[in-house]
């Protein structure tokens, strides 16, 4: 079967280009499904949450930050370079010399996969179907937004609106500062203890009167004397015009409306991994995340198709863990390849 491709990667996260490398590297030619840019629809974000990011001041290498589009321009580059094929409109590799020709408009989506025999079957928007031996799904996952507009302005211009304190919150925008993070999760009680090593106050907004964290992780909360606590609040609006200066709260049980003024806010909600499309090939977990065969390495519950990145990590959700993992899911399919006599 000369037409079977050794290896689809479907993501272009930090996992999906540094399976890429890897595969490259041992001549597996893979052909990566980069998604589409968020402004249509699509399962994937090409180059993931990292293009929602500006600086970048954790990714290892970078001693002066990067931004994160850049820092996934590189990966996407390093990844061409060993010879990894993007699937496109026109069906030729983009030029990816310069990142910001924004060439990500011309990528194919996955539209959806078919495991259930092998050569697998994993098809684009456009229906054509594209035949491999192994599969490595590193499609990533979205963090979860309160949907309001103003929200949404300030974090893409850099305006004090994250979704992730470990990656923005040691800026120097908000030192010092009075921030605030939305959630009762974990996430929400871990990013306001971080930020609490910036900030002068940390408000956590939550719309009940109960933490949904874990017990030893809501007392750390609750006992941390920079963290207020904002009971039964929702956030209404965000002000600022080229940053923030406040949000507009409801109160949740007498809807009065009320201003908290801040520098910095970080929505901590959730995360929804981008794993719809699998539509129930493969095992997940409540949530939607893949669940590994084995947690040491990305095997998933079908042979031959492993999995890589945030789609599978609710906990550290960090570049360069996801980075790691996709390491790993080259390494595991380019054995499980040569096991298979697939050279
Ligand atoms: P989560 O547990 O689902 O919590 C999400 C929080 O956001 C909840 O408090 C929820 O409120 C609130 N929320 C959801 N939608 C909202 C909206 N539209 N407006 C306002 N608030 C909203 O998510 P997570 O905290 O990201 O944790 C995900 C998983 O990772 C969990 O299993 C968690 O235990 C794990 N985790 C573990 C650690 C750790 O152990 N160190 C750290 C981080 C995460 P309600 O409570 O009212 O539903």
Redesign the pocket.
């Known amino acids: 079967m000369s037409d079977v491709e050794k290896l689809i990667i479907i993501g272009s996260g930090p996992a999906g280009w540094t399976a890429a490398i890897y595969a490259a590297r041992a001549n597996l030619d893979p052909l990566v499904f980069a998604g589409r840019p968020k402004s249509q629809p699509s399962t994937i974000l090409p180059g993931g949450q990292l293009m929602l990011t500006t600086e970048v001041e954790n990714y290892p290498g970078f001693p002066e930050g990067i931004t994160g589009p850049k820092l996934m321009a590189c990966f996407e580059q390093q990844a061409v370079r060993f010879g990894t094929r993007i699937v496109t409109d026109d069906g030729l590799n983009p030029d990816v010399s310069n990142p910001d020709d924004g060439h990500s408009y011309k990528y194919q989506d996955c539209k959806s996969v078919d495991f259930s025999s092998r050569p697998f079957k994993v098809v684009a928007e456009d229906d054509k179907v594209y035949l491999a031996h192994s599969v490595i799904v590193a499609t990533g996952a979205t963090a979860?937004w309160?949907?309001l507009e103003n929200e949404q302005r300030l974090a893409r211009s850099g305006g004090g609106v994250s979704a992730c304190a470990v990656c923005d919150g040691a800026m120097p925008i908000f030192r010092d500062k009075e921030l605030a993070v939305?959630?009762?999760?974990?996430?929400?009680?871990?990013e306001a203890t971080y930020l609490t090593k910036f900030a002068k106050k940390v408000h956590m907004i939550?719309?009940?009167d109960e933490?949904?964290?874990?017990k030893i992780?809501a007392e750390r909360a609750l006992s941390n004397k920079k963290i207020v606590m904002q009971w039964n609040k929702?956030?209404v609006d965000v002000l600022g015009d080229d940053s923030i200066r406040a949000v507009k709260l409801k109160d949740t049980k007498t809807d009065k409306e009320s201003e908290l003024p801040i520098g910095g806010l970080f929505v901590?909600?959730?995360?929804t991994p981008a794993t719809k499309f699998l539509d129930g090939q493969l095992d997940l977990d409540s949530?939607g995340y893949i669940k590994l065969k084995d947690p040491y390495r990305s095997t998933t519950n079908i042979d031959g198709v492993f999995a890589a990145g945030d789609c599978v990590d609710?906990?550290y959700r960090q570049a360069v863990t996801a980075a790691g993992m996709g390491c790993k899911a080259a390494l595991d399919a380019e054995r499980w390849l040569a096991d298979q006599g697939v050279h």
């Open positions: 979860n309160l949907g939305v959630g009762g999760g974990d996430s929400a009680v871990e939550h719309r009940r933490l949904r964290a874990s992780m929702v956030v901590a909600i959730g995360h949530k609710s906990l």
